[in-house]
């Protein structure tokens, strides 16, 4: 009995000493200490899960979900790798074809509901970013801003070259552009990187400039890639969708709804989400709770990695009174994490003039139990008639949204 007693205490000492050094393991793997007088450790998982890509098929399309009331259909096809879309008072729409390096003029000229005008306006390596201000198109590469003058049958004069003195581009080059109600001229540039400290104070950032370009100065610092940003039609205040860093594992960074206002930090690349501390790198010459009370939180959060793209506040009059005053966001989809996410356009709902949460507007470019996609998104425009248009990089579709 004694001999059968000892193994059993035997044995559970040694369960509770595995229990412990598991404990310890798990403790050790979440200590992030304010200074480097302390050892860092952290063990994340990460996930990388790319759905195949399918074609954008009659079939597919017709299975797209928007609320009831909405419809969707194709408006122009086989459009390469197409971005940014700019829609003019006339309803002439301009998309950037990064990777062609072209400025793509569509029209829907007979009113079927498809483009049947079809003219390159502009050739331009690496054009992106795109937004009409006062009858001229302005064009963003990786490092130059261009103007060009809009005719009145909708193409352009040559591009004239307004600024030079962007950074290189590394792991986002993909600057965007507008103009605010103050008149100026803002431009997005992000991170060269996941996480690091950026040598070239523009990178990561939000800048603000004359209308020509020149005095192009940082407005808002920390943001990692604010592709999509605009200004609230009611309140005039500026609001930008952040991309979160990578490589947190699955649930980590979320990605980021900011009130982006002049002189503030918004926490890359060593603080995100509400006041978490990433592990590396760490804050230079303060502590991480230092370098938290410097910065801004988001408003909102939304699921990570699921890569939001062009915003655009709702001003047209075709979708009900609700949508008035709203954003819409293009998810262009994950990769970095295990069950995807993205792939869609959300709904920001303001009230008050103040972003309350983020809902679900059109999905169903996820098929195949998720393994597969039709459709990454990026680009969003309103057109005059109130409709809503959205691009697609990857299969090089352009669709149009109605209410009826």
């Known amino acids: 009995m004694k001999k059968i007693l000892l193994t059993t205490m035997i044995v559970l000492s040694m369960i509770l000493l595995i229990y412990a050094c598991s404990s310890d393991d798990d403790m050790w793997d979440s200590i992030i200490p304010e200074t480097s ?61 990064r990777e062609e390096g072209q400025v793509l003029l569509l029209e829907d000229t007979n009113g079927d509901g498809t483009a049947d005008r079809r003219e390159i306006v502009a050739t331009l390596e690496n054009a992106h970013g795109l937004k009409i201000h006062d009858n001229k198109l302005y064009i963003v590469t ?105 490589m947190l594992g699955d649930e980590e960074q979320s990605e980021e709804l900011n009130q982006i206002q002049e002189g503030a930090h918004y926490g890359w690349p060593h603080i995100y989400d509400d006041g978490q501390y990433n592990p590396n790198p760490r804050p230079e010459d303060m502590t991480y709770a230092e370098f938290a009370a410097m910065s801004t939180f988001p408003e909102l959060l939304y699921t990570a990695h699921a890569a939001p793209m062009e915003m655009e506040f709702y001003t047209g009059n075709q979708f009900p009174e609700a949508y008035q005053g709203d954003a819409f966001v293009a998810f262009r989809g994950s990769w970095n994490r295990r069950n995807p996410m993205g792939y869609k356009v959300c709904r920001i709902m303001f009230e008050n003039g103040s972003p309350v949460r983020i809902e679900d507007f059109l999905t169903g470019f996820l098929v195949d139990e998720n393994t597969a996609h039709f459709g990454r998104l990026v680009g969003l425009a309103v057109h005059p008639d109130g409709s809503l248009f959205l691009t697609d990089d990857t299969n090089g579709v352009m669709y149009q949204i109605k209410y009826e």
């Not at 790319?50 to 098929?57: F, G, H, L, S, Y």
């Not at 928007?66 to 301009?94: C, N, Q, T, W």
């Not at 581009?169 to 109600?181: D, K, L």
């Open 142 to 246: 990786i490092k130059e801003i261009y103007a060009a003058d809009m005719h009145t049958d909708g193409t352009l004069g040559e591009p004239q070259l307004l600024y030079t003195g962007l950074p290189d581009g590394g792991q986002h080059p993909n600057r965007t552009i507008g103009f605010g109600p103050d008149g100026m001229m803002y431009v997005t540039v992000g991170s060269t990187c996941n996480a690091c400290v950026e040598p070239n104070e523009f990178n990561a950032t939000m800048l603000r400039a004359n209308a020509d370009a020149s005095d192009m100065q940082v407005f808002a610092e920390g943001l990692r890639n604010t592709i999509g940003f605009g200004w609230n039609p009611d309140t005039g205040v500026l609001w930008g969708m952040d991309h979160g860093i990578d």
């Open 37 to 97: 007088e302390n050892p860092t450790q952290d063990h994340t998982t990460t996930n990388v899960f790319q759905p195949a890509i399918v074609a954008a098929t009659a079939e597919r399309v017709n299975q797209l979900q928007l609320p009831e009331g909405f419809s969707i259909h194709k408006f122009a096809e086989d459009l390469g790798e197409a971005r940014i879309v700019e829609i003019s008072e006339a309803g002439r729409i301009y998309v950037s074809l």
